[in-house]
């Protein structure tokens, strides 16, 4: 058994340290309150007792509960002793809290944080250059910058103030880049002035250096729309027509015009592919000062582009993006493996989603890319115009959606979504109110009021750490273009306010919340409405804030990674093992049906649809298949289904590769020997991560690098919707 210290590390349960700890605290009392030795050896063994019975590795603040909980029992007065010592070592660690943080991660030692990003790896050094960073932000954050009552909330596991680690510092969650605006009009890197590129080729090459940019000055994910890079394929192709023309000439050649035009076309593809090809492959070799890839999204909307010319060319762009992710990209091994980034979102529509529609072949392809590599993820244009005040638009990075607001127009009177972004994020842990109010409907919405206006509180504190920014911290984003063109020395207020940009009041355990409430999951029509209750309280208290202080607060479904572990632990220190409710290493990520009901996909997708409606800020659904490479129609009739019902879906394929035997198939979860949780080859048995590529969708996002154990608990217990 391990416990895991301070310094986030892993080390073997030791009992003579707690005998060892008692003893010196009752050598410190009178003679005559001591205890005897065999009450002290009886604690400790009934502290390895309760620890063993764990279902993870406690650390070392509950082992050092357990023993005070025992020592009460026995003698109050070694057990204040004990207390009064622990107090004191808690004071001088406090001096100086991140030294041996930092030390386990340059040591590689420190096992929550190989643990923390699934899209990053621990290793190398710009990833510990970041975590380095990370540890001081959140050190300062937590001792100096946030209310005390907020910092024990967060440690306790009743709300999750996100992003602690890059607080310190005025950045904000995730955007949308205005691509369109810096293309056009010019942008400035790295103080070099970057004007209106004259071929498709170099456009692409510019938005590559944009995303760095800005994935580099935000803690977020960041979206563009392929839209944007259209106007230059008939650049290049005007360009491509007079080059030929100059070639025929000078070699004393001719060609008619049609001939002219295939020639054109063919070259075209060609720098199509070849510009494609530089988005993804600098996008995945990229590395931002973030340690990791560029968290980024492409949008694919045909209906963006003007319909004729313009829409057939961004269908040619689409297709290229399709047959490159189905191809995939090599390895180190020269494997074919699927990447992470960038992320695709496909956009479902009246033009796309039937056969005999114009563009039902790229939806085909779509369909072809989901079975093979997990992306794209469909947004039905159907639907989120009944949502969303008909207007089509991406999500800033894997969910966090914009709200469509009428005061937040462009120069012709359109809504303006490129060049808004999200302040940042504070998640409420629905379980905790529940198991609070001890199954009381009256209590249950009492603590309720109580922790959104901590929530509440939390989220001002975010909001106002941006006030006051000045443009010049981050030049791309707020001087040239990404998301503004302030003035330098011009602060960042106005952006703040009216809807410009939202900030997110989060939400999980939804199904947790309504099965100890009711004794039912949320699926059943009996229990259904107390959990849309709950997401209507959500809502009613996001308007509130909104209507008196003009600050776009918006319910947000937390994509819950390693901090649904964290949630999970922390719920059962404060109330126990809960069949049912506490008794996994994870809670359900916001809304979703609990991973292992089993409910086909059709029925979820249609079901989730009422509460992704309740979740404007973001919100995504998915359901898990297995391999569909050679079922392509039930792909299909899955995504024809979203277009008619469900605003933001995705379909969770498999797709592992070992390198020990080449399987190409799905690499199996199972216990090893000590009941931990590992991959393993079902072909070879190989269990070594560092020879085998996993991509699992984690949180709306596809991970690569593998997860804690209750991420992994959570992708193991995943049943079959189709």
Not at 222 to 236: I, K, Y
Request: aromatic residues 8%; charged residues 25%.
């Amino acid at each position: 058994m391990n416990i895991i210290k301070r310094n986030g590390t892993e080390a073997v349960f030791d009992r003579q340290k707690i005998v060892n700890a008692i003893t010196k605290a009752n050598n410190s009392v009178n003679l005559e309150a001591r205890m005897k030795k065999e009450f002290i050896d009886a604690i400790a063994a009934d502290v390895e007792g309760k620890a063993t019975e764990h279902m993870d590795a406690l650390n070392v603040e509950d082992i050092q509960d357990m023993v005070v909980f025992d020592l009460m029992k026995y003698s109050p007065v070694v057990a204040s002793s004990y207390i009064k010592y622990r107090h004191t070592r808690e004071l001088v660690r406090k001096a100086n809290t991140t030294d041996d943080k930092i030390f386990a991660l340059v040591n590689l030692t420190n096992e929550e944080a190989k643990q923390e990003n699934s899209n990053k790896d621990p290793v190398i050094n710009s990833t510990q250059r970041d975590y380095m960073a990370g540890e001081v932000s959140r050190d300062i954050t937590q001792r100096l910058l946030l209310p005390k009552d907020i910092v024990d909330a967060h440690k306790d596991g009743i709300i999750h103030f996100h992003d602690t680690d890059y607080y310190a510092q005025r950045e904000h969650n995730c955007c949308l880049v205005n691509l369109e605006d810096m293309l056009q009009n010019s942008t400035v890197i790295s103080e070099t002035l970057i004007e209106k590129p004259h071929s498709f080729y170099t456009a692409c090459n510019i938005t590559t250096q944009i995303i760095a940019q800005v994935a580099s000055n935000q803690y977020g994910g960041q979206s563009f729309t392929l839209s944007h890079l259209v106007p230059f394929v008939d650049v290049s192709r005007k360009r491509i027509y007079a080059q030929l023309e100059s070639e025929l000439k000078a070699v004393g050649a001719h060609m008619d015009g049609q001939q002219k035009t295939i020639v054109t076309e063919i070259r075209l593809k060609d720098e199509i592919k070849r510009g494609i090809q530089t988005i993804q492959y600098q996008l995945i070799t990229l590395m931002t000062c973030n340690g990791q890839a560029p968290f980024v999204t492409m949008f694919m909307y045909l209906d963006e582009a003007p319909e004729g010319r313009q829409r057939d060319d961004l269908a040619m762009l689409i297709n290229e993006v399709f047959d490159q992710r189905i191809q995939g990209v090599k390895n180190e091994k020269g494997a074919w493996i699927t990447p992470a980034f960038p992320k695709l979102i496909y956009v479902l529509d009246e033009d796309n989603i039937k056969e005999g529609t114009p563009y039902w072949d790229l939806t085909v392809k779509a369909a072809r890319c989901t079975a093979k590599r997990m992306v794209p993820d469909y947004i039905s244009a159907k639907v989120m115009k009944q949502l969303k005040k008909g207007s089509v638009y991406t999500c800033m990075g894997c969910r966090s959606f914009l709200t469509p607001e009428d005061g937040v127009l462009n120069p012709d009177g359109s809504r303006k979504f490129y060049g808004r972004f999200n302040q940042g994020v504070v998640t409420i842990n629905l379980v905790d109110v529940a198991l609070s109010s001890g199954k009381d409907m009256d209590k249950f919405w009492e603590i309720m009021e109580d922790r959104l206006e901590l929530c509440h509180r939390a989220l001002r504190c975010r909001h106002e750490r941006l006030l006051g920014t000045p443009s010049d911290v981050a030049p791309i984003l707020w001087q040239y273009g990404a998301l503004a063109r302030l003035k330098k020395g011009e602060t960042i207020d106005k952006l703040l306010f009216g809807g410009y940009s939202t900030i997110s009041l989060g939400y999980t355990g939804l199904y947790e919340t309504c099965k100890y409430m009711t004794g039912r999951s949320h699926t059943d029509p009996e229990a259904k409405s107390f959990a849309l209750s709950v997401m209507q309280k959500l809502n009613d208290k996001c308007a509130e804030w909104r209507a008196v202080e003009n600050i776009a607060y918006s319910v947000y479904g937390t994509p819950l990674e390693s901090t649904t572990y964290k949630f999970a632990k922390a719920l059962r220190k404060r109330f126990g093992v809960i069949p049912g409710i506490t008794d996994k290493n994870y809670i359900t990520n916001s809304y979703h049906v609990h991973v292992t009901e089993k409910i086909d996909a059709f029925t979820k997708l249609s079901f989730e649809s009422e509460f992704q409606r309740l979740s404007p800020g973001g919100a995504i659904s998915y359901v898990e298949v297995p391999n569909m490479q050679n079922n392509i129609p039930a792909v299909l009739a899955v995504m024809q289904h979203i277009y008619e019902n469900i605003m933001y879906a995705e379909l969770n394929a498999k797709s592992d590769y070992c390198e020990c035997c080449g399987f190409d198939g799905e690499i199996q979860i199972v216990e090893d020997k000590e009941g931990k949780l590992v991959w393993e080859c079902p072909n070879c048995g190989n269990q070594d991560q560092d020879k085998m590529h996993v991509a699992r969708r984690t949180c709306g996002y596809i991970g690569t690098q593998f997860w804690n154990q209750g991420r992994t608990q959570e992708i193991k217990d995943r049943v079959l919707h189709l």
